[in-house]
């Protein structure tokens, strides 16, 4: 499996039902991440990542090739985390731009897919490859 061909399974799916547990694990196992809203402050991510950050009006998150870059200090000051941070690659969250909830901006080499909610386009998610980060 490829981001394309995530991005297409995930593509027009109704919002809070995004994927399948198989599509997930699939994607897992092929070292892809998608990227897409929940609420008006969630930042969700699905197969090889699975988690989410709070994201209320936009926000960002930073990417290795190891997956998602996780605060494992005390407090938000961190030097560590700050210095690794400035290596990663960011997935910047961009709410309520073009008629959709959500919508994302990376360099991170991606696809695009469509969240729907009540027929209307609610989101447009990205689909990546861990690998595709850059160093």
Do not use: Q
């Amino acid at each position: 499996m490829d981001a394309n061909e995530a991005a297409t399974k995930l593509d027009g799916s109704e919002y809070r039902e995004e994927g399948s547990r198989e599509l997930f694990a699939a994607m897992k196992e092929a070292g892809l991440v998608a990227v897409f809203g929940a609420s008006d402050d969630l930042m969700e991510f699905r197969g090889a990542e699975n988690d989410e950050i709070g994201a209320y009006n936009g926000g960002r998150a930073y990417f290795t090739r190891k997956g998602l870059l996780r605060n494992e200090c005390e407090d938000d000051d961190c030097p560590y985390h700050a210095k690794a941070r400035k290596a990663a690659a960011v997935v910047n969250a961009v709410w309520d731009e073009g008629g959709l909830s959500w919508s994302y901006r990376t360099e991170i080499p991606h696809e695009t897919f469509t969240v729907y909610e009540d027929g209307e386009p609610y989101c447009r998610g990205i689909v990546f490859a861990l690998s595709d980060v850059p160093d």
